[in-house]
């Protein structure tokens, strides 16, 4: 019996390790080490959600441990967490901060203003240790993300996670051993940057929904009315204001414990529309036969279902010409759009933010003018939940 679950064992291990066999010594079994992490702490958390997409602006991470080379650190461990929150596609739009070090709160926050970010992302790593393949290694991070607008502290978290390197289990026939990673780092930074973003996913809207295409003014109507749908198309840029969200101390309602399934994570869901609005060539001007379109999008604004309800009107354009040019001409048009809202049918100003997307965001290739012309959208987006 003690044999049987003996084989047992070891044909367990043996499936999910690297097995070295021997005819002379002991066959030996390796296992990657685990990353152990500690429970989220969620400190400061916005009360409701954030239904505009935001853009983020990270500055380096502090290393508050004393270490001779803290600027090297520094960038190293900001990237990694970085480049997570980017494959996580939590905002619209990330900037990184330039290799130079943390040069304090005051101008980290100038830096994300001056850029024209929504947020500011600083990190603190009070504790690390390095312990590459011979000992545990083990590290501590502490991120807080800001209003950059306002300062307003609107998410402070904590997390430790640690790889511990641990004695060969030896088995007689066979060993049993741990195999330390080469870069633990990567790998316990990553892991904490992932439970964080769980949270800030269930707060952020998704910044690559997919919304119908409209053309009529019934699809409009519709449109709004509509769920969104996730789509990937790639990343859009951000809104250039937002107001900063309420904020509470405690830990979120849906907990801090983080899951394996964090695309399982449910977003704000976002209505929308992209509206098929001719302009003049290379200009800002509004061809009459667009018209009836955004006649029915006042209209539908104007009514029960949707007075008083914020919304982004985003402008896009195709592919040709300069990116900074088209990101100009594409805020241009979306301003034109809130100005014939506001005109014709009265909508308060403060009610309608504009964003210039340039051409980083197109629905088709762009091969045929037909495509063209869909990738010249308005998307119009509701920036807040319908009131219960």
């Not at 152990?36 to 991470?61: C, D, E, I, M, W």
């Not at 209003?147 to 996670?161: E, H, I």
């Not at 990553?190 to 690559?208: H, N, Q, S, T, V």
């Amino acid at each position: 019996m003690k044999k049987a679950l003996l084989f047992s064992l070891l044909l367990t291990m043996a499936a999910c390790s690297h097995v070295s066999f021997s005819l002379t010594d002991q066959t030996k079994i390796y296992t990657d080490a685990p990353v152990r992490k500690s429970a989220l702490q969620v400190a400061v958390h916005p009360k409701g959600k954030q239904y505009t997409p935001l853009t983020a602006y990270f500055h380096p991470f502090i290393i508050q441990q004393e270490n001779a080379d803290h600027t090297a650190l520094s960038a190293s461990f900001t990237q990694i967490f970085f480049n997570v929150w980017t494959e996580e596609r939590l905002f619209s739009t990330m900037e990184l901060a330039p290799g130079y070090g943390y040069q304090g709160y005051s101008s980290a926050l100038e830096s994300a203003r001056r850029r024209g970010a929504d947020l500011l992302v600083l990190g603190k790593v009070p504790y690390f240790y390095d312990g590459t393949t011979l000992d545990d290694s083990a590290v501590t991070i502490q991120v807080d993300v800001y209003a950059a607008g306002s300062g307003t502290l609107l998410w402070s978290m904590l997390q430790s996670s640690r790889i511990e390197q641990r004695d060969p289990d030896d088995y007689v026939v066979v060993v049993h051993e741990t195999r330390m990673s080469h870069s633990p780092f990567d790998q316990m930074i990553r892991a904490i940057a992932k439970d964080m973003a769980i949270p800030l996913k269930a707060w952020l809207p998704d910044p690559d929904a997919n919304y119908p295409y409209a053309s009529t003014p019934e699809a409009v109507k519709t449109g709004l009315m509509t769920k969104p749908t996730v789509g990937a198309q790639g990343s859009d840029l951000p809104p250039e204001t937002s107001p900063a969200p309420a904020v509470s101390s405690g830990p979120p309602a849906q907990g801090a414990q983080a899951k394996d399934a964090e695309d399982a994570t449910p977003r704000p869901g976002i209505s929308g529309v992209d509206l098929d609005i001719q302009f003049d060539f290379d200009k800002a001007t509004i061809k009459p036969e667009s018209h009836a379109v955004l006649d029915a999008l006042g209209e539908t604004l104007n009514s029960p279902e949707f007075k008083g309800r914020s919304i982004v009107v985003g402008g896009h354009t195709d592919a040709s010409g300069n990116a900074f040019y088209n990101l100009d001409l594409s805020k241009k048009r979306a301003d034109a759009v809130k100005a014939y809202l506001v005109d014709k049918w009265r909508i308060n100003p403060n009610l309608i933010e504009t964003v210039g997307f340039g051409k980083s965001r197109p629905l088709t290739n762009g091969t045929t003018p037909a495509d063209q012309q869909r990738n010249r959208r308005v998307e119009i987006r509701l920036a807040d939940q319908a009131a219960q």
